[in-house]
């Protein structure tokens, strides 16, 4: 089994560490996961997160509930 350990910097200190792992979460985990011989990515450091607010209103606007928000927020492979 080979392994490669790559590390993400900011060299002039322009990204803090979750910047630089969201942009790996973002641009880089998943395209590189479809190469053909990769068989696992694993990203360690800050994980990203995000808190998500409902308008009522807007929901029922369109006949949504936040159960709705919630399953189509899980369909995209996010863990909430």
Same mark, same amino acid.
């Given at each position: 089994?080979? /392994?490669?350990?790559?590390? %993400?910097?900011?060299? +002039?200190?322009? #990204?803090? &560490?979750?910047?630089?792992?969201?942009?790996?979460? !973002?641009?880089?985990?998943?395209?590189?996961?479809?190469?053909?011989?990769?068989?696992? /990515?694993?990203?360690?450091?800050?994980?990203?997160? #995000?808190?998500?607010?409902? +308008?009522?209103? &807007?929901?029922? !606007? %369109?006949? #949504?509930?936040? &159960?709705?928000?919630?399953?189509? /927020?899980?369909?995209?492979?996010?863990? /909430?």
């Amino acid at each position: 089994t080979n /392994i490669l350990t790559i590390a %993400f910097v900011s060299t +002039d200190g322009s #990204m803090d &560490k979750q910047d630089i792992a969201d942009y790996v979460a !973002s641009n880089i985990q998943d395209p590189l996961s479809r190469v053909n011989g990769v068989g696992d /990515i694993d990203a360690y450091g800050s994980q990203y997160s #995000m808190r998500i607010w409902l +308008d009522p209103a &807007k929901l029922h !606007s %369109f006949q #949504m509930t936040a &159960k709705d928000v919630t399953d189509a /927020i899980e369909s995209q492979n996010a863990q /909430i």
